[in-house]
């Protein structure tokens, strides 16, 4: 499980799936993703989609490019999906997640 974790958080840039990680331990996907969701409690694509999302603050807190770059950058591929689930998780939009840490670095 560790050594499917190391692989999602390097590769998480790169277009990879369930096959990639569960290749990269040697187990077929379908035995990977059961115990990789039993060790961990979440499913590697879960896992895979929460790097992304953690990457993706950082780049809206440390920078200023735009939201087609980070997604990009971060493994999503496009803006409208990367905004689409960042909103789905967070709660809220990539630009108001900006916004919203920046008002509060400011505060401090």
Same mark, same amino acid.
């Given at each position: 499980?560790?050594?499917?974790?190391?692989?999602?958080?390097?590769?998480?840039?790169?277009?990879?799936?369930?096959?990639?990680?569960?290749?990269?331990?040697?187990?077929?996907?379908? /035995? !990977?993703?059961? +115990? %990789?969701?039993?060790?961990? #409690?979440?499913? *590697?694509?879960? @896992?895979?989609?929460?790097?992304?999302?953690?990457?993706?603050?950082?780049?809206?807190?440390?920078?200023?490019?735009?939201?087609?770059?980070?997604?990009?950058?971060?493994?999503?591929?496009?803006?409208? /999906? !990367?905004?689409? +689930? %960042?909103?789905?998780?967070? #709660?809220?939009? *990539?630009?108001? @997640?900006?916004?919203?840490?920046?008002?509060?670095?400011?505060?401090?």
């Amino acid at each position: 499980i560790s050594n499917a974790k190391r692989f999602i958080e390097n590769n998480y840039k790169n277009s990879i799936n369930l096959k990639d990680i569960a290749d990269s331990v040697n187990l077929s996907p379908i /035995y !990977f993703h059961n +115990i %990789f969701t039993n060790a961990c #409690g979440v499913s *590697p694509h879960d @896992y895979l989609i929460d790097c992304r999302i953690t990457e993706a603050k950082k780049q809206l807190w440390d920078s200023d490019k735009n939201l087609d770059f980070i997604a990009q950058n971060c493994g999503f591929g496009c803006a409208q /999906y !990367f905004s689409r +689930i %960042f909103k789905k998780i967070t #709660g809220i939009t *990539p630009g108001k @997640y900006r916004k919203e840490v920046q008002q509060n670095y400011l505060e401090d």
